[in-house]
Structures are given as C-alpha cells and as structure tokens.
C-alpha cells in the first residue's frame, strides 16, 4: 500500500505562475498645484492691471515651498528607507532639519533629471540646506555610508558571527548572546515544529541567518544585524511560497524542509545537483526510513566545538559515530536535530521542489564537484571507485 508520503515525493511539483514585482513608487509631481498658484497669479494681475505686478512680488511667497538658503551647517546622518517615495525621503529629511520642507525636496528633485534615482542607505548630509543642495548629496556615491558585508551561502552561524565581527566590529559575543533568543530576532515558533516525531532544535538561529550582501546601517548592534538577516530569510521564503509547498506537496514541515535544504546545500559541489542530493534526503528519511549517512552532519558538530571540518575520506569512525553528537546521521533514522547552515535560494527551492527519482546515494565524483548518483549499494561503489580515479581521497 502506498502512503501519503511516497505518493507526495514521486508526483512532480504543479510550476508556479510568473511573479511581477511593482517598481517602487515615485515622488508626486508637483503639476497640480503650480497650475493653482500660477491661475491665481493670472487672475490677480487681470484685476490688478499692469500696475499691479508690484504686489505679486509681495505675495509670491505664499506660492513658494520653504526653504533653506546654502550647504548647510552641521553633518548629520540620515538613514533613507527602502523603497521610500521622494515624498517619504522629504519627511525623513524635515525630521532631521536637513530641509525645511518636503515641498521643496520634491521640488528639487523633480528638477534633477536624475532626481528621481536616490537609493536606500545611509547618508552624511548637513543641517539646514537648501533641498537643491541636498538632492545633489543625496545622488553622490561619496555622501553614502556603506557597511557591505556578504555572508555566503551554507555558512553555519557562528561562520556568519566571525564575518559580522570583521565586517561591522561589532563583537562576536554580541552576536552570540544575540542569537539566543531567535524568536526576539523575528523567528516565528510554528518554524520549530516538525511533523516525523523528532525533537527540534529550539533556541537554535541555525538556518534563519538568509545568507545575502547587506548593508547595514552605521552602528548597528548584533540583534538589529541579525534581525536584518532573519527579515530577509522570512522575505525569500514567503516569495518561495516555502511554507505551503513543502506542507502540501512534500507532507512535511518547513523546519524538515529547511533542515534537507541546510543538508543539501553542505553536500553539493554544484547548484545543479541540489535538487537530486534533496531527493536522496527524502526517500532515506521517509520512504526507506533509514540513517542518512551524511558526513557533513559530523562537520557541523566540529564546528559546534570551534574545529575544523574534514574531507568525508579523513573522517574517523569514532568522529562519524560519536554518541554525543546530536547531529549525527551515521546511526540515526531519519533528519538530524536541525538545520546545520544558512541555505541560500538554489538549496531552498531544490528542498521544496526535488528531483523525482529513486536514488538512495551519491558521491561526488570529480574535482569540480559533480556527484554521482545510485539506487543500489554496487552502482555507489562504482561510482566511488570512478571518484578515486579522478583523485578524490575516498579510496
């Protein structure tokens, strides 16, 4: 008889519709309300005549935005949000009195033929400028505080800390004490639970630090760095539409989904073999519910302890069967405690949409990283043997 599980890993996964993604919204032009004040201007000079264009100079003011006059006074630090309208960026700049008014930014802006191109990030400004002087700072690379740092896909947290410490000069204890509470950081609990029985790794940020190049804002402490990084895990995945796939499709949970992908993402020396080294994790977990035998399980356990990892060929059967690993795969059935890494994209969608097949093994076989894949224990010492040839240390 054949159960839900089997049936949902051999159908293939319905494609999903195209996304379009709406630009981000532009200042408001300022058309409309030039066209009052200049009707007004109109009817007043009919009625007043010639002679009274005088008074126009007089009461011009009531037409023109408030503004500052020069490059200002003292730097400030200005921080322009994503997506922000020049409306918004105008607020923002009222606030911090590097403009006098919004008006005359949007004004200022709609002037600069590239006034409408101002990015998000933040900005060394002045107080008290004219919004013409604060258009052109705003669109100068050399006004933008940058604080680049990338965390590369399959990098385990503390790997990620050690990065964030070098990049920011934040402490990577900060980072540790940080990361201890992930639901403060904006992990949400239902990513705990797990659907095949077994404990979850509670308490753990492992797999929720979405690995990207970010910028992040000039002294940022370690829970508003790491809860950048969750934002954006939560953002990938709910694009992905993660949650529903894998709950509806898979008939697993998206912590078990997130764990194969943190596994999938460790094992493969390619993108494109993702999604068959995801398969291999399903049918060894679920359909022949067996130990998974995935080394990098043990890696990730060395790196708990601050070691260095090793090549699959170099790792002792004491280090592969160590008991006091919780990790480990090498005796248990089924997935490990929790995610062992940061997946990046490729891994997430290869967990929520594996390759159909039967493969129960695989091994990588050449020095670019291709893998081999099997159903049966001969057909994988084949490939083992091709592997050694092409020197790999496994033989």
């Given at each position: 008889?054949?159960?839900?599980?089997d049936?949902?890993?051999?159908?293939?996964?319905?494609?999903?519709?195209?996304?379009?993604?709406?630009?981000?919204?532009?200042?408001?032009?300022?058309?409309?309300?030039?066209?009052?004040?200049?009707?007004?201007?109109?009817?007043?000079?009919?009625?007043?005549?010639?002679g009274?264009?005088?008074?126009?100079?007089?009461?011009?003011?009531?037409?023109?935005a408030?503004?500052?006059?020069?490059?200002?006074?003292?730097?400030?630090?200005?921080?322009?949000?994503?997506?922000?309208?020049?409306?918004?960026?105008?607020?923002?700049?009222?606030?911090?009195?590097?403009?006098?008014?919004?008006?005359?930014?949007?004004?200022?802006?709609?002037?600069?033929?590239?006034?409408?191109?101002?990015?998000?990030?933040?900005?060394?400004?002045?107080?008290?400028?004219?919004?013409?002087?604060?258009?052109?700072?705003?669109?100068?690379?050399?006004?933008?505080?940058?604080?680049?740092?990338?965390?590369p896909?399959?990098?385990?947290?503390?790997?990620?800390?050690?990065?964030?410490?070098?990049?920011?000069?934040?402490?990577?204890?900060?980072?540790?004490e940080?990361?201890?509470?992930?639901?403060?950081?904006?992990?949400?609990?239902?990513?705990?639970?797990?659907?095949?029985?077994?404990?979850?790794a509670?308490?753990?940020?492992?797999?929720?630090?979405?690995?990207?190049?970010?910028?992040?804002?000039?002294?940022?402490?370690?829970?508003?760095?790491?809860?950048?990084?969750?934002?954006?895990?939560?953002?990938?995945?709910?694009?992905?539409?993660?949650?529903?796939?894998v709950?509806?499709?898979?008939?697993?949970?998206?912590?078990?989904?997130?764990?194969?992908?943190?596994?999938?993402?460790?094992?493969?020396?390619?993108?494109?073999?993702?999604?068959?080294?995801?398969r291999?994790?399903?049918?060894?977990a679920?359909?022949?519910?067996?130990?998974?035998?995935?080394?990098?399980?043990?890696?990730?356990?060395?790196?708990l302890?601050?070691?260095?990892?090793?090549?699959?060929?170099?790792?002792?059967?004491?280090?592969l069967?160590?008991?006091?690993?919780?990790?480990?795969?090498?005796?248990?059935?089924?997935?490990?405690?929790?995610?062992?890494n940061?997946?990046?994209?490729?891994?997430?969608?290869?967990?929520?949409?594996?390759?159909?097949?039967?493969?129960?093994?695989?091994?990588?076989?050449?020095?670019?990283?291709?893998?081999?894949?099997?159903?049966?224990?001969?057909?994988?010492?084949?490939?083992?043997?091709?592997?050694c040839?092409?020197?790999?240390?496994?033989?």
């Open positions: 008889m054949i159960d839900e599980l049936l949902a890993f051999d159908e293939q996964a319905e494609k999903g519709r195209p996304r379009h993604r709406r630009g981000s919204r532009g200042g408001k032009g300022k058309g409309g309300k030039s066209a009052v004040a200049f009707l007004m201007v109109f009817i007043l000079l009919g009625v007043l005549g010639v009274g264009y005088l008074g126009y100079e007089k009461i011009k003011g009531f037409f023109t408030a503004d500052y006059d020069g490059s200002g006074t003292d730097e400030v630090l200005v921080t322009i949000a994503k997506n922000a309208t020049l409306t918004e960026i105008g607020n923002t700049l009222v606030d911090s009195d590097v403009v006098k008014s919004t008006a005359a930014f949007t004004e200022a802006a709609d002037k600069n033929p590239k006034g409408k191109n101002i990015q998000s990030g933040s900005y060394k400004l002045r107080k008290q400028m004219s919004a013409e002087s604060a258009v052109t700072l705003l669109l100068d690379p050399k006004s933008r505080v940058v604080t680049g740092v990338t965390i896909p399959g990098k385990t947290a503390r790997q990620a800390y050690e990065i964030l410490t070098k990049a920011t000069g934040v402490p990577l204890k900060d980072f540790q940080a990361a201890k509470d992930p639901g403060e950081l904006g992990v949400p609990d239902f990513w705990y639970n797990r659907r095949d029985g077994k404990k979850a509670t308490g753990s940020i492992e797999g929720f630090l979405f690995p990207d190049t970010y910028e992040f804002p000039p002294k940022s402490t370690a829970a508003e760095i790491l809860t950048i990084m969750v934002q954006k895990f939560i953002s990938v995945t709910t694009e992905l539409k993660f949650v529903d796939k709950q509806n499709t898979l008939s697993v949970s998206p912590y078990e989904a997130l764990i194969v992908a943190s596994l999938s993402q460790a094992e493969s020396g390619t993108t494109g073999d993702l999604p068959k080294i995801a291999v994790a399903y049918n060894r679920y359909k022949e519910k067996m130990p998974l035998q995935f080394d990098v399980t043990t890696n990730y356990w060395l790196d302890q601050e070691k260095d990892g090793k090549h699959s060929g170099k790792m002792t059967t004491k280090e069967e160590d008991p006091k690993n919780p990790y480990t795969t090498e005796l248990r059935v089924g997935l490990p405690l929790g995610p062992i940061s997946p990046g994209e490729a891994a997430l969608k290869a967990a929520e949409a594996p390759t159909a097949g039967p493969w129960l093994f695989f091994v990588a076989v050449d020095k670019d990283g291709n893998s081999a894949f099997a159903t049966t224990n001969d057909e994988h010492n084949a490939n083992i043997q091709k592997a040839r092409n020197g790999i240390p496994l033989c």
